[in-house]
DNA sequence: ATTACTGGTTACTTATTGGTTACCACTTTA
DNA sequence: TAAAGTGGTAACCAATAAGTAACCAGTAAT
C-alpha cells in the first residue's frame, strides 16, 4: 500500500491496512497457507495477477516480513516462497476470512457450510 | 472493489476481497464495531477519509449487507449508520487483526500485548 | 541455430481510487 | 439578514494500483 500513510498511524486497523491492505496480498497469503511454493506456481494458481504485479506484492510482503524467499541457485532459476512465522500468525485471520465467505456470500447453497 | 471481476470468483479469498478489499471499509467496519454512528462521527472518527470517499464506501458496505442506513426525517437531516447481522459476523475477524497488528506491528512495545 | 525454461524487469498505458472545492436543502439561532 | 448545522452531491483533478507486451540471462534440449 502507497507511500506509508497507514503504516505509523495510531489505529491498528490502518496498521494492518498497511500491511496487507490490497487487492492481491490477502489472496497471496491465502495461496501459500499450506505450501511453499515457486514464482510460477503462484502465478499459475492465481491466474488473473499479472507478472508485474506479483513480482511487487511479493516484495512487499517479504520486506514487511509476512513471507520468506529462497532462492536456489540453479538454471533454469528457482525461487520459492513460504510464509514466515509472522504470516502463520495471520493464517487463521485469512482462513476465516475465506470461511465466512463461504458461510455468507454463496447464495446458492447456504446450508452447505462445510465445503 | 471495482466491477466485480473477484465478485463471482470460486475462490473465497477473491470473493472476501470483492466485498471488504478496500483501504476504507475495514477501517469503517472497525469503527462500527460497538455503536451505531452518524455520518459526520464516522468521518470525525476517520479523519484522513473525505467526505465523497466515505460516502462511496458506505453505500458499498450496505449494499453488500454489511451496514445499514437509517435516515430520520429531521432538520438538519439525520442518518445513522450500524451493522447488520452479516457486519456483526464478520466483526470477530476485524478484531483478530487488529489484535494481530498490535502483537506484531508494535516494534517499540513487543511485551504490551494487553492494549 | 532455435526454442524452451524460470523468474523476473522495463517501459508504457489504463483503470481505479482518492482528494478538493464549491454547493444544495431546510430550519433554527444569533 | 446571515450564519450554522447535517449529510450529502457534482465537477474536476491527482495519485496510485494494476495491466500489457516485449525482453533478458544462461543453460539444455531439439
Redesign the pocket.
Known amino acids: 500500500?502507497?507511500?506509508d500513510?497507514f503504516r505509523y498511524s495510531d489505529c491498528p486497523m490502518h496498521r494492518s491496512m498497511a500491511v496487507i491492505g490490497?487487492?492481491?496480498k490477502p489472496i497471496v497469503i491465502y495461496v501459500l497457507r499450506e505450501r511453499t511454493a515457486?514464482?510460477?506456481?503462484i502465478?499459475a494458481a492465481i491466474d488473473?495477477?499479472?507478472?508485474?504485479?506479483?513480482?511487487?506484492?511479493?516484495?512487499e510482503l517479504e520486506s514487511d516480513g509476512i513471507i520468506e524467499?529462497k532462492?536456489y541457485k540453479e538454471?533454469?532459476?528457482?525461487?520459492?516462497?513460504k510464509l514466515s512465522e509472522k504470516g502463520k500468525s495471520l493464517l487463521p485471520i485469512i482462513i476465516q476470512l475465506a470461511k465466512w465467505d463461504k458461510e455468507h456470500n454463496c447464495p446458492e447453497k447456504e446450508s452447505l457450510q462445510n465445503a
Not at 38 to 41: K, S, Y
Not at 75 to 81: Q, S
Open positions: 500500500m502507497k507511500k500513510v490490497t487487492k492481491w515457486r514464482f510460477g506456481q502465478h488473473s495477477i499479472s507478472k508485474k504485479v506479483l513480482t511487487s506484492t511479493l516484495k524467499r532462492e538454471l533454469p532459476p528457482r525461487v520459492e516462497y
